[in-house]
């Protein structure tokens, strides 16, 4: 990828080369992220270079974010939209014309979004590359801050563009658990218990980090296949994620595992009511495959690329916090 403060993920063969193959990650003033054994012993960071603060005044930084709310604008306003247009085409498998066009759609704007600014636009992957110590903490907040923003600015674009009963039918796609449904005997709940949704939340979001997002974070396997095949990979996965979280359940007021904060937060700021309604699995479930990814990373082998010696890396804060770190 391009290597410029903006993006996380740095092409650093030549500099791996004449570093002893060590990986840079993306900060205002770059720095070594992996270090060897003596190096570690050598280098102590502050709560604040932990936590990269310094990133808050950085126009760099902002400039990334920028592409990251534009970018997650653009891909809730296209997944909504092919939404509710594939339920509206009345097509006998619609979730599968659904998931063969977010495959399209992510891959398209992965590639659109990444020499901006590494292109996560998910909370998700910054989260995830946080905690891992690729961005610094403070980077990672004002990502998730921006899309976020992009996804009410997608949400409030498709609602400028359809009509008010379709808006109403369909909830401008949002995330959803239940919906009230015409009963024999009145107005039902029907949909998914908040327990069941959230472990599928969390299952799902776990396999997108694992199978597509550890390649773009792992140096060696994104070099040797190629951005646009990453970029592809992972938007197959999604698009399979989102086919069968929707299929295996099969449930009538249940709109499938989000694994987008931005994208379910858009729609409920801009379309409020029942999509507040269970709102916190689509941020709890993510989460905690979010840490459960991480401690992944820090029992695979040595041999792999791992977590182990980045200066934002979580269990690092933990250590500086505590006074452990000399």
């Not at 903490?137 to 400028?160: E, F, N, P, T």
């Not at 069968?244 to 937060?265: I, L």
């Not at 916190?280 to 459960?292: E, M, T, Y």
């Not at 990814?293 to 500086?320: C, M, N, Q, S, W």
Request: proline share 4%.
């Amino acid at each position: 990828m391009a290597a410029d403060a903006g993006n996380v993920y740095v092409n650093m063969e030549e500099e791996s080369q004449a570093a002893g193959n060590r990986m840079q990650p993306m900060s205002t003033t770059p720095v070594p992220a992996q270090w060897t054994a003596d190096e570690k012993k050598q280098t102590a960071f502050s709560l604040s270079e932990r936590l990269g603060l310094d990133e808050f005044l950085s126009l760099n930084v902002w400039r990334a974010a920028l592409g990251e709310l534009l970018g997650t604008a653009v891909l809730v306003f296209m997944f909504d939209t092919i939404v509710i247009s594939t339920l509206e085409t009345d097509v006998k498998m619609p979730n599968l014309i659904l998931s063969i066009l977010l495959a399209i759609i992510i891959a398209i704007l992965l590639l659109a979004v990444d020499p901006v600014s590494g292109g996560h636009i998910n909370p998700i992957v910054s989260f995830s590359a946080a905690l891992i110590g690729l961005i610094s903490m403070s980077r990672a907040i004002i990502y998730i801050i921006a899309q976020c923003a992009g996804g009410v600015l997608g949400a409030l674009a498709l609602k400028a563009v359809v009509s008010s009963n379709i808006e109403r039918t369909f909830s401008l796609a949002g995330c959803t658990l239940t919906v009230i449904a015409p009963g024999p005997q009145g107005p039902v709940t029907k949909g998914l218990e908040a327990a069941q949704a959230f472990w599928l939340e969390a299952f799902c979001s776990f396999v997108f980090l694992f199978a597509s997002i550890w390649i773009l974070f792992d140096r060696r396997q994104r070099n040797s296949i190629g951005m646009i095949r990453v970029f592809s990979i992972i938007g197959i996965v999604l698009g399979l994620l989102v086919f069968v979280s929707t299929t295996v359940t099969a449930t009538k007021g249940y709109a499938g595992a989000g694994m987008n904060p931005a994208r379910c937060f858009g729609a409920a700021v801009v379309r409020g009511g029942h999509l507040w309604e269970g709102h916190w699995i689509f941020w709890a479930g993510p989460a905690v495959a979010c840490l459960a990814f991480y401690v992944y990373t820090l029992i695979i082998p040595d041999d792999h690329f791992h977590a182990e010696g980045y200066k934002h890396d979580f269990f690092g804060i933990l250590r500086t916090i505590s006074g452990l770190e000399s």
